[in-house]
């Protein structure tokens, strides 16, 4: 697995419609290639039905709470100004109010400043403005690999939800 995989079960769960690995990889700033290369992985290991492009849910919901943060630990790095992740970000901001700290994605672009987390995948910050289903479960997936127990657990409910729609 590679952490652009989760980036890409996490929108094939969220879109509706079937899209084509060019289509896909553009929206995501990836290649077609890359794309399809992450297709078969997930689909070896059981997160996306096989022969389809269709996710597995429970798999990839077993997955992101048991195995995600051991497999893509997070880093936390300096205060950076940047884009709000884990429990500063929605939906989980409205919920908990944390002790001030802020965590961030690194964005040149971002308005608040925070401790840093090294997202997934570089391309965490740019497909996250575009995609706000996308934003918020990768929110919440740095929730899991990064938060305390409340944190974790407000995170895997908010995700089961978002995955079983």
């Not at 943060?69 to 884009?83: D, E, L, N, T």
């Amino acid at each position: 697995m590679q952490s652009q995989d989760i980036i890409i079960a996490l929108k094939l769960a969220f879109d509706s419609e079937e899209l084509s690995y060019a289509k896909l990889g553009e929206k995501l700033g990836l290649s077609a290639s890359q794309v399809h290369a992450a297709v078969r992985r997930s689909e070896t290991a059981g997160l996306l039905l096989p022969g389809t492009r269709k996710v597995n849910r429970g798999a990839l919901i077993e997955f992101l709470v048991h195995g995600l943060k051991y497999v893509f630990p997070a880093q936390r790095g300096p205060v950076v100004r940047g884009m709000p992740t884990a429990h500063s970000a929605p939906p989980l901001n409205a919920t908990i109010v944390g002790d001030g700290s802020v965590l961030v994605w690194p964005d040149s672009e971002g308005v608040v400043r925070g401790e840093s987390i090294e997202p997934l995948h570089k391309i965490v910050p740019i497909v996250a403005k575009q995609d706000s289903a996308l934003y918020e479960s990768l929110a919440l997936v740095d929730a899991i690999r990064v938060g305390r127990a409340r944190e974790r657990k407000l995170a895997i409910k908010k995700l089961e939800a978002m995955l079983s729609q």
